[in-house]
């Protein structure tokens, strides 16, 4: 795995790329801002970028933006202080892959970013429920909404199937055994699912599919 640090802090990036090598992850490089963040995912191409928030120039969430627009296959974890609802949805809504406090400790903080490179959303329990618990609103507005305006009567059987799987948090491995497939057919379905309903990520799927009625949203979702 290939990592970019994004954080205006010396003395936490200096901590956390300590982490992640002594785990044997690849840090290629790290960045202050969201400026640098950008030019070094242009150059570095890195498989995962962590991003904080609260950064000169150009924070985390613009970063987030400006890179998924132009390298969609790069994932982005924001890896912040912040717990706040606001700055959770936004990351979401920016096509973040994850969003992780510095709280966790680092056995939590590994077991997560490993799940990302598996199509897992790098979210800890509790604020995957308040996502759910946010997209699920009626009252929530339409346009601020992932998927909004989509219709999953776009989508074929097979790949509805897939969906309510994948938000119910079964992994490609497991979809692929329970009907059938192979992992490869799965993730091609998948793809076709983001296109076809305008999401961009898995937990956007998630959002989408507590929202829809696809799946019950009364807990979080999980495999049985």
């Avoid at 970063?63 to 949805?89: G, N, Y």
């Avoid at 497991?174 to 296109?195: D, F, K, P, Q, S």
């Avoid at 799946?215 to 999980?222: K, S, T, V």
């Amino acid at each position: 795995m290939r990592v970019l640090l994004a954080d205006d802090h010396p003395l936490f990036l200096e901590g956390l790329r300590n982490v992640l090598a002594g785990r044997g992850v690849n840090v290629v490089g790290a960045a202050n801002d969201g400026i640098q963040a950008l030019e070094q995912t242009r150059a570095l191409r890195p498989d995962v970028v962590l991003m904080d928030i609260r950064m000169p120039r150009c924070n985390g969430l613009d970063a987030t933006r400006l890179i998924k627009s132009e390298m969609p296959d790069v994932k982005i974890i924001i890896l912040t202080m912040s717990e706040e609802d606001e700055d959770l949805f936004e990351a979401i809504k920016s096509g973040a892959s994850g969003y992780l406090p510095k709280s966790l400790t680092p056995e939590e903080f590994m077991e997560l970013l490993i799940g990302v490179l598996e199509g897992e959303p790098a979210i800890p329990r509790r604020l995957a429920a308040r996502i759910i618990n946010e997209f699920a609103q009626p009252e929530a507005r339409p346009r601020e909404q992932a998927g909004a305006g989509a219709d999953s009567r776009s989508l074929t059987r097979r790949q509805i199937e897939v969906l309510q799987m994948v938000a119910q948090g079964y992994t490609y491995k497991e979809i692929a055994a329970a009907l059938n497939i192979t992992e490869r057919t799965v993730e091609y379905h998948m793809g076709e699912i983001l296109n076809r309903l305008h999401l961009q990520n898995r937990a956007q799927v998630i959002a989408y599919a507590t929202r829809t009625g696809l799946i019950e949203h009364d807990g979080l979702p999980g495999p049985a």
